[in-house]
């Protein structure tokens, strides 16, 4: 099994065992913390990823000019990029250590008098935690980018796994011997250096990858700038739209509120995950093709647009269960998780996740811009929605909690993904969307009947409790899987799963 293949296969276990782990972990640590301190934590935390911003796309822009260097066979230049890299994201490290420290002796500036004075002890200590790991986190995000860019997806993905898996483990001893969220922070800070090392031993070690601190190619930064100053806006926005919110609640309506808008993202986080395991994999592949076809427009566009509607249409058929199931059972689900306090946290998952829909099931399309230098349309556009967002998150969180800061977010989703971005796609990437919505149109015919029965479950199946809850999602499950491999998936999409179903049996006979 290739790299890609494996790769795929090991991001769906990450995936799955996030969700188990976070599903678990979560109310647990909610009990450990209080309501108010996991709050806290989740508002600091938003605050100071805020400063990530700092990496200006440009791991986006190695993996472009790696490309281009590997077919034409220029090791040498590898190297100096590489070299030229490391000294880029060591500085912007400096600069976000210097950015947190500032913040930590400033908290008033962020959250005004929305803390208590003991908030504000804990915050400042989690913020310089914080500040540390994210920190060395930019030199260090190089050698997982040089990885990335050579498809090792194996070793990327197996280190994904046990960084899921190891933290949960190490953090709750901690937490059950009273540390707190600081204790929790710590811990995470300490696996993520323990990680950011094999990263490193393995580019230089396994990959003999070098870094060459001189004579860097006439005009590369100018040209890395020049791509991907589109995609730092692109990352700002993406700030605005997903963490500027817990801020917001946490200056002006405090910290429980944070609280209940934290479980409702974190749903929306999960369903993400789903998307994102999917198209990551296909980023070098991407970039593969576009300089393998660049000078044959019509085949590039053909190639893209195969691609796109066939990731697409996985996407589609998994997020679309993901999707309903939160819709019908999502509210049940949400008081037997973590309990009362949170029930608004259902109306904050759902306006979250079906607006950002459209997104993931298109986003191939981010990269496929990307790797045609057409990236800076859609940064403009975001540009103007996110300042909508924040407009309307400033007012409506002041006066509706977490679902008015949600909603804020979701016109901005709609407007942006569902309509703007598909014209572009179409028109200037050429990209056949017409075709990729009738092949979405045609799978309804297996997506709508398994809604209609879940409805029926809800009102017919009281659940009382949660072995009854989870007995109706198993169910539910189970019908829309019959109902889409009846009539919604093709032949390729039913080979992939017999595919797998063949090599899982021949595993074990072996």
């Known amino acids: 099994m290739n790299q890609l293949k494996l790769g795929t296969l090991l ?27 996991y709050g806290l934590y989740n508002t ?29 066979k220029r090791t040498e230049a590898i190297y100096r990029l590489n070299g030229m890299f490391l000294l880029i994201f060591s500085m912007i490290g400096i600069i976000a250590f210097l950015c947190g420290m500032y913040l930590t002796n400033h908290l008033q500036l962020v959250f005004s008098k929305g803390l208590t004075s003991e908030e504000y002890g804990i915050a400042q200590i989690l913020m310089l935690l914080l500040t540390i790991n994210l920190a060395v986190s930019f030199p260090m995000s190089v050698f997982q980018t040089i990885i990335s860019a050579h498809e090792r997806f194996v070793f990327l993905k197996m280190l994904g796994v046990l960084k899921t898996v ?17 204790g929790m922070v ?25 870094f060459w601190f001189g004579s860097f190619e006439s005009g590369l930064l100018k040209s890395l700038l020049g791509y991907s100053g589109f995609i730092a806006l692109n990352i700002i926005i993406d700030q605005i739209n997903w963490n500027i919110d817990k801020t917001l609640l946490g200056r ?15 749903l929306y986080h999960y369903y993400m995950m789903i998307s994102s395991s999917i198209s990551g994999v296909f980023t070098p592949r991407i970039h593969r093709i576009y300089n393998e076809w660049k000078e044959q427009p019509e085949e590039l566009a053909q190639s893209f647009t195969e691609l796109f509607i066939r990731v697409g249409r996985i996407q589609y058929l998994i997020l679309g269960l993901v999707a309903s199931g939160v819709a019908l059972f999502g509210q049940v689900f ?9 029930e608004n946290a259902y109306f904050v998952a759902l306006l979250l996740i079906f607006p950002a829909s459209i997104a993931l099931i298109q986003s191939l399309g981010i990269e496929i811009q990307r790797a045609e230098n057409r990236h800076q349309f859609r940064s403009i556009v975001y540009a103007f929605m996110a300042l909508i967002n924040l407009g309307l998150s400033i007012w409506l969180c002041q006066r509706y909690g977490a679902v008015g800061s949600a909603f804020g977010t979701s016109i901005s989703l709609i407007f942006a ?50 072995l009854r809850l989870a007995i109706c999602i198993l169910i539910y499950m189970s019908v829309y899987a019959c109902s889409v491999w009846l009539f919604s998936m093709n032949d390729y999409e039913k080979e992939l799963i017999q595919s797998f179903v063949r090599k899982m049996k021949k595993g074990k006979k072996q």
């Not at 791991?59 to 000019?65: A, L, V």
């Not at 800070?189 to 396994?206: E, H, M, N, Q």
């Not at 002006?252 to 974190?266: D, H, K, L, P, W």
């Open 186 to 210: 710590a811990v995470t800070l300490a696996v993520s250096v323990i990680t950011d090392i094999l990263y490193l031993f393995y580019t230089t070690k396994r990959l003999q990858e070098r």
């Open 334 to 342: 949400i008081y037997y998780w973590v309990g009362n306090g949170y």
């Open 417 to 466: 993904n569902g309509l703007i971005m598909n014209v572009y796609y179409y028109k200037k990437c050429g990209i056949d969307i017409p075709l990729f919505w009738k092949n979405m149109m045609r799978m309804l015919p297996g997506v709508v009947p398994p809604v209609l029965f879940g409805i029926l479950i809800t009102k017919v199946f009281p659940m009382t409790s949660f």
């Open 166 to 182: 190891l933290g949960p483990m190490l953090t709750l001893p901690v937490l059950l011997a009273g540390y707190g969220s600081i």
């Open 44 to 72: 600091v935390a938003s605050t100071i990823s805020m400063l990530s911003v700092l990496s200006l796309g440009f791991n986006s822009g190695y993996i472009r000019y790696y490309a281009r260097y590997k077919i034409e």
């Open 11 to 37: 991001s769906y276990l990450q995936m799955v065992l996030s969700i188990i782990i976070g599903i678990v972990y979560t109310p647990v640590m909610i009990r450990l913390l209080g309501q108010n301190e």
């Open 252 to 266: 002006f309506r405090g910290t429980a509120e944070v609280a209940v808008y934290s479980i409702g993202f974190s």
